[in-house]
Nanobody, 123 residues
């Protein structure tokens, strides 16, 4: 079965950095989109960044210039490098994927496979 497993969350002071990773196993798509979402308490889940299997990326405006998404296809590993973290970045972060290319916007409904989430706390 296809599975996504996130790691790398934790607590960090404002202005600091964290790197999240998502290990994908059992993947059979030749073309796919992988993304990061986050959900803060009391808020809806929002798309943060996405990347195509061909390397095309997209970001939410709130993280542009601070977060970088990358994909190691050989290792089936998705990463999110987060820098200049702000209190507002505190949330549970989820890795997600779907077959085919990424849409122009990062929409939760497009993604059918989800990881269990990893908590990021900025203080």
């Amino acid at each position: 079965a296809v599975q996504l497993v996130e790691s790398g969350g934790g607590s960090v002071q404002a202005g600091g950095s964290l790197r999240l990773t998502c290990a994908a196993s059992g993947y059979t798509y030749s073309s796919y989109c992988m993304g990061w979402f986050r959900q803060a308490p009391g808020k809806e889940r929002e798309g943060v960044a996405a990347i195509d299997s061909d390397g095309s990326t997209s970001y939410a405006d709130s993280v542009k210039g601070r977060f970088t998404i990358s994909l190691d296809r050989a290792k089936n590993t998705l990463s999110l490098q987060m820098s200049s973290l702000e209190f507002e970045d505190t949330a549970m972060y989820y890795c997600a994927s779907h077959g085919g290319s990424c849409a122009p916007t990062i929409e939760e409904g497009d993604f059918g496979l989800w990881g269990q989430g990893t908590q990021v706390t900025v203080s």
